[in-house]
T-cell receptor, first 113, second 116 residues
Framework: SQTIHQWPATLVQPVGSPLSLECTVEGTSNPNLYWYRQAAGRGLQLLFYSVGIGQISSEVPQNLSASRPQDRQFILSSKKLLLSDSGFYLC????????????FGQGTRLTVV | AQSVAQPEDQVKVAEGNPLTVKCTYSVSGNPYLFWYVQYPNRGLQFLLKYITGDNLVKGSYGFEAEFNKSQTSFHLKKPSALVSDSALYFCAVRDLRGAGSYQLTFGKGTKLSVIP
């Protein structure tokens, strides 16, 4: 069966520090991968998605970047965090296709202080 | 672009009563609709989806959803609510984006509170 791992679960970082959140998927090949941000426990905003190794699409301009160095690994990064980067970050994967559901990791609570 | 709307920020229901969480959609072409649940500080869990076929879709934990094309709605339902159903519920639609990929676009969520 497929599983998705996301870490760390919580993170407190000072303003201006770098960020690296990692997500890995097991049990499937060539998944579509996603990073979402959830602010204030509500709506989800799609930040990045990837349909293959090295292929990253950004949904919104921001202080963050994403990379996919391996088929089942997706990394969210920042060189210098801002206070506004605080939030709950969710990684997800799906198979290709319009009728497929996405499966989410447990999330990372990021607090920038 | 495809979109979904959840008109209620919060729904309260007594334990044992039926519950409904509302969702309306706006799509061009065939709708592919999904429901997810989120417990505090956790990721989203998939409940069910509508692709085609029967308008009543059955999912996890006793939930079901009714697809209504004429009303462009996809309401989530459960015959008898449990306190443990208290959570945040999201409706979502598949949306075609760049590179030929389909992304999930979510509603703003509805907080369900089941009162003992």
């Amino acid at each position: 069966s497929q599983t998705i791992h996301q870490w760390p679960a919580t993170l407190v970082q000072p303003v201006g520090s770098p960020l690296s959140l990692e997500c890995t998927v097991e049990g499937t090949s060539n998944p579509n991968l996603y990073w979402y941000r959830q602010a204030a426990g509500r709506g989800l905003q799609l930040l990045f998605y990837s349909v293959g190794i090295g292929q990253i699409s950004s949904e919104v301009p921001q202080n963050l970047s994403a990379s996919r160095p391996q088929d089942r690994q997706f990394i969210l990064s920042s060189k210098k965090l801002l206070l506004s980067d605080s939030g709950f970050y969710l990684c997800a994967w799906s198979l290709w296709g319009q009728n497929t559901e996405a499966f989410f990791g447990q999330g990372t609570r990021l607090t920038v202080v | 672009a495809q979109s979904v709307a959840q008109p209620e920020d919060q729904v309260k229901v007594a334990e044992g009563n039926p519950l409904t969480v509302k969702c309306t959609y706006s799509v061009s072409g065939n709708p592919y609709l999904f429901w997810y649940v989120q417990y505090p500080n956790r990721g989203l869990q998939f409940l069910l989806k509508y692709i085609t076929g029967d308008n009543l879709v059955k999912g996890s934990y006793g939930f079901e959803a009714e697809f209504n094309k004429s009303q462009t709605s996809f309401h989530l339902k459960k015959p008898s609510a449990l306190v443990s159903d208290s959570a945040l519920y999201f409706c979502a639609v598949r949306d075609l984006r760049g590179a030929g990929s389909y992304q999930l676009t979510f509603g703003k969520g509805t907080k369900l509170s089941v009162i003992p």
